[in-house]
Nanobody, 120 residues
Framework: QVQVAESGGGLVQPGGSLRLSCVAS????????MSWYRQAPGKDRELVAH????????SYVDSVKGRFTISRDNAKNTVYLQMNSLKPEDTAVYYC?????????????WGQGTQVTVSS
């Protein structure tokens, strides 16, 4: 059974930092690209950061470049999102997604999300 579980969300003041973690079990973690998405109230879910299966390449949405860092530890089946210089507009539910395209099949799994609130 595949499980994807995020943690590390919470309430933080503007300018503060949080580190989100996402643990995936039941899959060959090192074969999956991992992504962080977020969804604010009344808005569509957006891709925030992405990391390839071996961790050799990362990408970010423009609004978080220079502030957020995605990384992974394949030995721990975990992907992280370090968020610095947080802004109120970063407030959202953050979701982790594991994805692998193999033999023309698209395998993907979502976590339940963790709430991040940036407010004074």
């Amino acid at each position: 059974q595949v499980q994807v579980a995020e943690s590390g969300g919470g309430l933080v003041q503007p300018g503060g930092s949080l580190r989100l973690s996402c643990v995936a079990s039941g899959i060959s973690f090192s074969s999956y690209a991992m992504s962080w998405y977020r969804q604010a109230p009344g808005k569509d879910r957006e891709l925030v950061a992405h990391i390839t299966s071996a961790g050799g390449s990362t990408s970010y949405v423009d609004s978080v470049k220079g502030r957020f860092t995605i990384s992974r530890d394949n030995a721990k089946n975990t992907v992280y999102l370090q968020m610095n210089s947080l802004k109120p507009e970063d407030t959202a539910v953050y979701y982790c997604k594991a994805r692998r395209v193999y033999l023309n099949n698209d395998y993907y799994y979502w976590g339940q999300g963790t709430q991040v609130t940036v407010s004074s």
